[in-house]
Every structure is written in C-alpha cells, then in structure tokens.
C-alpha cells in the first residue's frame, strides 16, 4: 500500500512539475533575447576571427610569466567564471569578482565599474597588471611561431600583430559566449510547458515592482538594465564612483546579467553571497548598508514560498549546456 501511494504521489509530482503555464503576453516578448549579439563595422565576426580569438582565450602565453590565460579566470565548465570569491591574478587576490563572460556582446557597459566603453577594449582589460609594451612583448613572441602568423593573417589580412587585432580577435570569440536556449525563452517562443508552474510564479514574482521588483534592474533580454547600482552592501570598494565622481555612484557597481546565474557562484561583486537563496534573502532584508543604497533595495514583503519560487525561476535562466572544445595551441 505504502510503494502504491509512494508511486502516486511521484507522479502527481511530476505531472504538475510539467503542467501547462500560461502563455507569454505581448508585452513578454521584450524580455526575447536576438539570436546573436551585435558587433561593430570594424570588426565584424567570422570563423578565423572566431577561432584566434579562442586560441589566444586559451593561450597562457599571453602573459609575462606564460602561467596565465583569460580561461584562468573565465573557465568554461565554471559558468566562464572562475568559483572564486574574488579573482586571483599570479597569486594576488584582488578585491572583486571574476565575472561570467556569457552573454557580454550584449552589454553596453564593462568591467565592474564601467571603465571601459567596448568589448573590444574589455578583452584586453584584465591584462591590465601588464604594461602595453609587455602585452606586445608577449604577442611578439606568439607572432614568431607559424602557426599564429598564419592565424593572425587569414583574419586580419594585411594588419599587423599586436594589442589591437589581439583585442578584435579576442572580442570576436566572446561574443559567440551566449547563453539563449533556456527554459524561459523556450516559453516566450510558446512551449507554455517549458516553464513549471514554481518557475512561472517566480517570475511573476520578479517583474511584480510591489513584490520582488527584480525587474528595476534585471530587465529586458540580457536581465540587465546595463547601469550601475548600490545594492547595500558592506564595502569599501568605491566602484563606479572612482570613474564617475557623482554621490549616487558611490559603492554602485554594474548590474549583471542573470543568465546561466545558477552556474557562476558565488554572487555580487566581492562573492559576499555563495547561493542564489542567500541572494534571494540578502534581497528581501533591503540590503545592510542603508547610507548610500539604490532607491530600488528596500526590504521586501516576500514568504518563504516566494522566495523558493524565486530561485526556481532564477534556475530557469539557464541555457541548454553544450561540451566545449578547448583549442589546440600552436606551437
């Protein structure tokens, strides 16, 4: 009797684990993401662009000690983040996190702070513990060996190896970085039974500006608002102010994108958060530090239902994995 009830119970649970929700609204359709990111007419993508800018992703090389490469801190199976609290660069840790690379084509703003204006500019961005001269040292030395050279000329014919096809090259890869083919825009094409219905409450949830008001921030296809924001935490660190001295951009960094969030812990900029429940509950209290926060962070009236509802949405933001192939290193 008991295996009999047991078994019903399971399937019941399944069952409504895949019911039917309702179908996207119209006005949904703003939160659909485009199939690929936008690029500039200077640098427009194509596979041996593609793939120079993947190998040289990869390639530790590209650093004075040749012991570090971007992958170091963006790793592939880590959420193209690195599981750290914060970066460590040649064993210095630094005072914020290593960001997701996924979906950064379509942003307007880089880095933590805003410092730097495109893709192309950010990809050389965290070599900033290298001088200019000691990045070209360093592309000098990967010009010299053929196979590169030959790399370098079938995507840039005709330009010279140095920081700024690096750049291009690099920026070209990520901007093939994206995450789109998630449960959510699987329902905004209309598969109603892509979300279950705790992931749909969730983002009811979300965009409710009387409930979570997640929205205010993390919206649209990228669920970022691409601006910068004190969200109340204890630090320091004076972010977007260092760059634009205005009072409410002090301790403001960034907004991040929400996709594949379930895979790039731990959270915020100094990794203060290590789930997406402690996020959900950091959230909810209005933050800690009230002296300078967002009008947006208040305490929040939310159940502990809706915070479990919440999280399963958050889960619904991630795209279908896929096995990814390092590049084979010329040598």
Not at 23 to 40: L, N, R, S
Not at 213 to 238: I, M, Q, R, Y
């Amino acid at each position: 009797m008991l295996k009999k009830v047991s078994l019903a119970a399971a399937l019941l649970a399944a069952s409504l684990a895949h019911a039917q929700v309702p179908a996207p609204k119209a006005a949904d359709q703003q939160w659909k993401i485009a199939p690929t990111p936008p690029m500039p007419e200077h640098n427009i993508s194509t596979p041996a662009r593609v793939e120079l800018g993947k190998t040289l992703f990869f390639d530790p090389r590209l650093s004075t000690a040749g012991a570090m490469s971007c992958a170091t801190c963006h790793e592939p199976q880590l959420g193209w983040a690195d599981g750290r609290k914060t970066a460590n660069i040649g064993g210095k840790v630094l005072g914020r996190a290593s960001p997701t690379m996924v979906n950064l084509g379509y942003n307007t703003q880089y880095m933590w702070d805003g410092r730097k204006k495109d893709l192309e500019e950010q990809a050389v961005g965290p070599h900033g513990h290298l001088s200019t001269e000691a990045f070209n040292a360093a592309l000098v030395r990967l010009a010299a060996i053929p196979g590169y050279k030959a790399m370098f000329e079938q995507a840039y014919p005709g330009e010279p190896i140095n920081i700024d096809t690096a750049a291009k090259a690099l920026a070209a890869f990520e901007r093939t970085i994206v995450s789109q083919d998630s449960p959510f825009d699987r329902w905004l094409a209309g598969d109603t039974r892509a979300l279950t219905p705790q992931q749909y409450r969730g983002w009811e949830l979300f965009r409710d500006p009387a409930k979570a008001n997640c929205a205010a921030c993390h919206n649209g296809p990228n669920f970022t608002d691409n601006g910068f924001h004190n969200v109340g935490l204890k630090t320091a660190d004076e972010g977007r102010f260092k760059i634009r001295a205005a009072a409410s951009m002090k301790g403001a960094f960034k907004t991040p994108t929400l996709r594949d969030i379930e895979l790039t812990a731990p959270y915020f900029h100094n990794g203060a958060a290590g789930t997406l429940r402690e996020v959900v509950d950091y959230y909810a209290r209005g933050g800690e530090d009230r002296s300078n926060v967002s009008p947006d962070v208040r305490q929040l009236p939310l159940t502990e239902q809706d915070k479990d509802d919440l999280v399963a949405f958050l889960r619904a933001l991630t795209g279908r994995q896929t096995a990814f192939v390092r590049p084979v290193l010329p040598h």
